[in-house]
């Protein structure tokens, strides 16, 4: 299978005593985007990190930030977010009782933002079809949101091949994201299931080379493709 993928490593997964040698992997692993759990105590139960940690990486490196908020008050945290440097923000759905209001909140902080509506486990892909039109990404949850290193939940993959055919049926733009349990099996899986791009914690960063585990997805692409 030719066809490029993202690989977001979620930075929740990170050795936070060595984060600069950890950032540094990911340079040298050529990873683009990187994805940054921010969570409120509330929303889900732990807290993870704001806006200081985002501004002081984005000073030295050079990612595309895509932030995926799991708070209570996603407008306000959005705005923050942005200002330290956010280019994606993905809030879920679940946390806002006007989904299409809260699209356009984020879209008038400014010019540049990209937004991406998450959706949990059991939140179906029918509840959130209408906002395709107005979003940049959509983000599948394949885990309940909250906490790294839990295992993939295969009817993620249903909801991926939902949400393909209908964004390619109506030629929306907008990009199919997994977060939760991916390694180099769940992520060729999501992969043929239609995502884009694979958000990737403990796999990514407790992997020896980071190169390696990124073309360990394509192999099994392959693979599966000669099946
Ligand atoms: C979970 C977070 C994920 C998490 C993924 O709430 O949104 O991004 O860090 O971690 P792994 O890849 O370890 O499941
Ligand atoms: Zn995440």
Not at 30 to 39: A, E, F, G, S
Not at 165 to 178: H, Q
Not at 203 to 212: H, P
């Amino acid at each position: 299978m030719k066809k490029k993928i993202i690989v977001a490593p979620s930075i929740l997964a990170a050795d936070f005593l060595n984060l600069e040698t950890e950032l540094n992997r990911l340079v040298e692993g050529d990873i683009k985007w990187l994805h940054y759990d921010v969570m409120d105590g509330h929303f889900v139960p732990n807290i993870s990190f704001g806006k200081e940690i985002l501004k002081q990486i984005k000073r030295k490196y050079d990612f595309y930030y895509d932030v995926h908020i799991m708070v209570t008050n996603p407008e306000h945290a959005a705005k923050e977010l942005i200002e330290a440097g956010a280019d994606l923000i993905t809030f879920h759905y679940e946390a806002c009782e006007n989904p299409k209001s809260t699209i356009e909140t984020i879209k008038s902080l400014s010019e540049d933002i990209s937004v991406g509506m998450s959706i949990k486990p059991y939140t179906s892909v029918d509840e959130i079809v209408q906002y395709l039109p107005y979003l940049d990404l959509v983000l599948v949850m394949s885990v309940e949101p909250g906490a790294g290193g839990q295992k993939f939940d295969i009817e993620a993959l249903d909801k991926i091949e939902q949400l393909r055919s209908i964004i390619d049926e109506e030629g929306y733009d907008c990009l199919i994201e997994v977060d939760g349990g991916i390694n180099d099996l769940t992520g060729s899986d999501s992969v043929m299931a239609g995502a884009d791009i694979l958000v990737a914690g403990t796999y990514i960063f407790k992997s020896f080379d980071v190169k390696e585990a990124v073309e360990k997805i394509y192999e099994n692409l392959e693979l599966e493709d000669d099946e």
